[in-house]
Every structure is written in C-alpha cells, then in structure tokens.
C-alpha cells in the first residue's frame, strides 16, 4: 500500500471517517494533520457507532499507530474524553496514540470568544461549531497560542498565559463563564494533564520520516472539505486551516513526496453546515429528502445540514486543487427513490456562463446553477458490493461524473457499514 491522503472533496461530511477506516487496514500509521474536535468522523462497526473528534479514525484498529501532527488545534479534554470512551468500549490506545508537543491548545476561552465573536457579527455570522478552533488558530498565528509541550514547563505557561490572556481582557469582561479567562483555574488545568500526556508526547515529524525511511504504509487523515479550506475555500465561510492537500506537509513536518496517492471524499450530492454559499442547494422537498434519507445532521453539533444536487463545477475544482488521483463516491444509495436527478455542470454568473469555479465569491447570492437532468435507477443499492450488481442507470450516474471531473471512481460506498462498499477493478 502506498502513502495515501484522505480528503474532503465538498464541505465536509463527506464520510471520511468511513474510508479512512477501510483503508486502516493496510497502513501501520494513521496521522491527522489540521483541524481540531470541530470534525465528525462517524464509523460504523457491526451495530456499533464510533464518532471521532479528534482521534484518528484508524484508532479503531488495534495495532494501528495513531499520530495527531502539529497542524492540528487540540481540546486535551475533548482527546482524553475520547480516549477513555474507546477504551471502555474495548479499543485500547496504550503505545500507539502520539501527539505533536509542537501542537497548539485550544483552551476555555477560545471556545467562549468563538461563540461571542460569531454572535457580534449578526447577519455575516458564520455558523461556527463554537469549539474554539478559530480564536486557537488566531492565537496561533499571532504568537499568542498555548502548545502541549508548553504544560511541562511551569514557568513557560505561567508567562504565556499571562501574555495571552492580557489581550483578551474585553473578551473576559463580556464572557458569562469568567471562570474560562482564569489564569490560576487554567493553570492547574493544564498541568492537571501532564501526567497523562507523557506517554503521548512525540516529535510526530521525526516518527513519521523515520516510517517512511523504513517504507511503512502511512495514511493521512483529513478533516473537514476542500471547499472550507482557508485560502481555497468559499472565505470567509470557511474553516481556519488549511485543509486541502498542502495541510498535510505544514501540519505533519514531512515533504511531499512521502505522498503517493490522494483520494477525493465526495458524497453522490451536496451537503454543507453552517452559513455561506452553496449553489446547489434544495430549500423544499428535493433537499428534505435528500436530509432524511442521508440522515444529515452533524455528527458535531447535531445541525440539520444544507442538502442538494452534486456540484460538479466544485468538485472538478477541489479535484484540481488536492491532485486527486482518485474519487470515492458516498451515499450513492441516498439517491435511489429519486426518478430523476439532477447535476451541476456549471454557472451563471450575471448571466455569464462558467465551468469553472471562480476565484471572486462576493456575489455568490447570484449564482445560478445550470443542471444536467438524468434519469434515476429507482432501485435499491444499499448494501450493494460489487460494480455488476449495480443498476444500469447508477453505473452511468458515476460515469459522468467521472467524465466530467476527469478522474475515476475507485470507491462508492452504499451504506455506513464497513462492508457496503463497491471496490471497483482496477482502482482498487
């Protein structure tokens, strides 16, 4: 097997954690590279449902080393949370969860400022998760962040907590929880940690490039989608980092040829949390169906999700930008009662005519989609396994999305479980 990236090709919620856990399999590392406990990672095992914020999602494999980067923004009671809620279900991380001392926190008060922030903004709000993630990366790059390896040195997080929380002062004068901008309460917080994190401590750069010397199979873990990527997303209406393919080298510490293949995370339509554009959407019944069928709701927060026909325009775009090699196709099945659908071939904008995404989104209110009718295959695909079982019409419903996007379908899943998967031959 060789080093793979798993990335979202939409919004987000695409089902990465469901193919990241097939492809657990094979690979001796899992690492996740970006984001932080704002991703939903749902796999479903037999008639159990895991849902992962910021494990990775091979952490369900025992055997399989786990390694969070320094990419990513990580809540430590969110982590241990997790860590303690696989354990009582039977997965044990002993030895094999590691995470970057280089990785920044995200502490009470960001959580509080991401929720004052986002309400300030009124109309412009953005929809957050409320997890912190933004006010952490902004810490981050303004020099201002707690990092894990941080909590080790009393004196180095009694003066950086210090210096941070001196600029957050009117945040902490408007915060009902004045217990969050603390400095004494955050302390022992922290330090309440420390024992608990020594046996994951890791330089993860040095561990990952010492795997690839000695060719062990790698799997990089996304979070989020493209399209919420902070410079090649639909900004502001974005995620705060870098979630397309260029995440991985930042946030891991490894250069890109230890990348071999990447795979594009694409659902069979549309589907996106929170505010900003999203031209395909379904306000009526189209995208009710579309909700209750897939079950979209975040695995995060529990918000019912935007749902509408597949975009291709965008997924063509996220395709290009991520260098996927290869798509997987999810929830195919969601379309099986639908006697008609309907896909994105591409735009009008101010009445002019586009296949390509464009680089301006500040009218994106005007953004018209123009559509490809085909006829739906009214019959059942869940739990289907094999290409020839699959009707005639959603064979040819995959085959123009791949001419139109360029790249083949290696994957389509037909249900949550591990087994509803179609491997097709030659992609494999």
């Not at 996740?32 to 091979?58: C, D, M, Y």
């Not at 399989?64 to 980067?69: A, L, N």
């Not at 949370?81 to 001392?101: I, N, P, Q, W």
Request: proline fraction near 4%; charge should be neutral.
């Amino acid at each position: 097997m060789p080093n793979i990236a798993v990335l979202g090709a939409q919004w987000g919620d695409e089902g990465k954690g469901k193919i990241v856990d097939l492809l657990a399999e094979k690979a001796d590392i899992i690492a996740r590279f970006q984001g932080g406990a704002n991703a939903g990672h749902t796999v479903v095992f037999g008639k159990e449902q895991f849902i992962l914020h910021l494990l990775p999602s091979g952490a369900l494999h025992p055997g399989k080393v786990c390694v969070i980067g320094n990419g990513v923004v990580v809540d430590l009671e969110q982590l241990f949370r997790e860590v303690e809620e696989l354990k009582a279900r039977g997965y044990d991380l002993t030895g094999r969860l590691f995470l970057s001392g280089k990785a920044n926190l995200v502490l009470p008060y960001h959580k509080m400022i991401d929720r004052l922030q986002d309400s300030d903004k009124g109309d412009e709000a953005l929809g957050t998760t409320s997890r912190g993630i933004g006010p952490a990366y902004v810490d981050k790059v303004n020099r201002l962040g707690i990092r894990v390896s941080d909590i080790f040195d009393r004196g180095t997080l009694e003066r950086k907590l210090n210096l941070t929380l001196s600029f957050k002062e009117d945040f902490a004068d408007r915060s009902e929880d004045k217990k969050a901008f603390d400095r004494d309460y955050l302390l022992n917080h922290l330090l309440s940690y420390k024992e608990r994190l020594i046996p994951l401590l890791c330089d993860t750069s040095t561990l990952l490039l010492e795997a690839i010397k000695e060719k062990k199979n790698i799997l990089f873990e996304g979070a989020q989608g493209a399209l919420l990527d902070v410079d090649f997303g639909t900004y502001p209406y974005t995620t705060s980092s870098n979630t397309s393919v260029g995440g991985i080298f930042t946030g891991l510490g490894i250069p890109p040829v230890a990348l071999h293949e990447t795979i594009g995370i694409a659902k069979a339509y549309n589907t996106r949390v929170g505010n900003g554009p999203f031209p395909t959407e379904e306000t009526g019944q189209i995208g009710e169906g579309l909700r209750k069928r897939g079950n979209e709701f975040g695995a995060t927060t529990g918000r019912p999700r935007r749902c509408g026909w597949l975009d291709l325009v965008a997924l063509k775009y996220t395709t290009r930008i991520n260098g996927a090699n290869k798509l997987a196709l999810t929830k195919l099945d969601v379309l099986d009662e639908f006697s008609e659908i309907n896909v994105c071939i591409s735009y009008q904008i101010n009445g002019i005519q586009t296949d390509r995404f464009p680089e301006d989104l500040s009218c994106w209110e005007n953004f018209k989609p123009l559509y490809q009718s085909l006829p739906g295959w009214q019959s059942q695909t869940s739990g289907l396994t094999s290409w020839e079982e699959l009707p005639q019409k959603a064979k040819a419903y995959v085959s123009f999305i791949e001419d139109l996007v360029g790249v083949k379908v290696g994957l389509i899943s037909t249900g949550v479980a591990r087994r509803e998967i179609i491997y097709r031959k030659g992609n494999r």
